[in-house]
T-cell receptor, first 109, second 116 residues
Framework: QKEVEQDPGPLSVPEGAIVSLNCTYS??????FMWYRQYSRKGPELLMY????GNKEDGRFTAQVDKSSKYISLFIRDSQPSDSATYLC?????????FGDGTTLTVKP | GAVVSQHPSWVICKSGTSVKIECRSL??????MFWYRQFPKQSLMLMAT?????????EQGVEKDKFLINHASLTLSTLTVTSAHPEDSSFYIC????????????FGSGTQLSVL
């Protein structure tokens, strides 16, 4: 079993929709939780970073962490075609990061 | 946010030659850098952790003599793919963690290597 499982997708939504991206994990030692956005043939870009349970909001993006359920989510409000990309969740203790396999999102105009 | 520059963005080489990829942190110092490999529609596979001034730590199954890593300064790490073969063709990405800057990683833009 992988330490980090990410909903595989792909996901296709109309412009303006609310998008929910999800990951579960098994290692209770994970302390830091990140979401990255990766466009095709580009390096990942850090979107959200958090280390506590609860919600963290940044513009149209909200990261949610539930440590008791070992579950994290990324919500995108008012999705735009420019949000079309692969989204990677990542988690770490104090060492290396463990990445999910990514969810590819397409937002159709 | 912090910027990591990776060069070249793509390279085509003949089988048996060596290819060097550079990863630079432009506006911060990075004691630790990471090198990943990514296959199409798959996630990042950590190859090695590069520490400034010391030997890199390689993940299980990664040949250290094949993938040479040098981290000679706080802003530059290089990955050299030696005697490249077609099976080495892949997308290689580096990331850097700012010294004293917490746990955030900043990624380079990646290098697409094609070995003919």
């Amino acid at each position: 079993q992988k330490e980090v499982e990410q909903d595989p997708g792909p996901l296709s939504v109309p412009e303006g929709a609310i998008v929910s991206l999800n990951c579960t994990y098994s290692n209770s030692a994970f302390q830091y939780f990140m979401w990255y956005r990766q466009y095709s043939r580009k390096g990942p870009e850090l979107l959200m970073y958090t280390y506590s349970s609860g919600n963290k909001e940044d513009g149209r993006f909200t990261a949610q962490v539930d440590k008791s359920s070992k579950y994290i989510s990324l919500f995108i409000r008012d999705s735009q075609p420019s949000d079309s990309a692969t989204y990677l969740c990542a988690m770490k203790t104090s060492g290396k990061s463990t990445f999910g396999d990514g969810t590819t999102l397409t937002v159709k105009p | 946010g912090a910027v990591v520059s990776q060069h070249p963005s793509w390279v085509i080489c003949k089988s048996g030659t060596s290819v060097k990829i550079e990863c630079r942190s432009l506006d911060f110092q990075a004691t630790t850098m990471f090198w990943y490999r990514q296959f199409p529609k798959q996630s990042l596979m950590l190859m090695a952790t590069s520490n400034e001034g010391s030997k890199a730590t390689y993940e299980q199954g990664v040949e250290k003599d094949k993938f040479l890593i040098n981290h000679a300064s706080l802003t530059l790490s290089t990955l050299t793919v030696t005697s490249a073969h077609p099976e080495d063709s892949s997308f290689y990405i580096c990331s850097a963690r700012e010294t004293g800057g917490g746990e955030k990683l900043f990624f380079g833009s990646g290098t697409q290597l094609s070995v003919l």
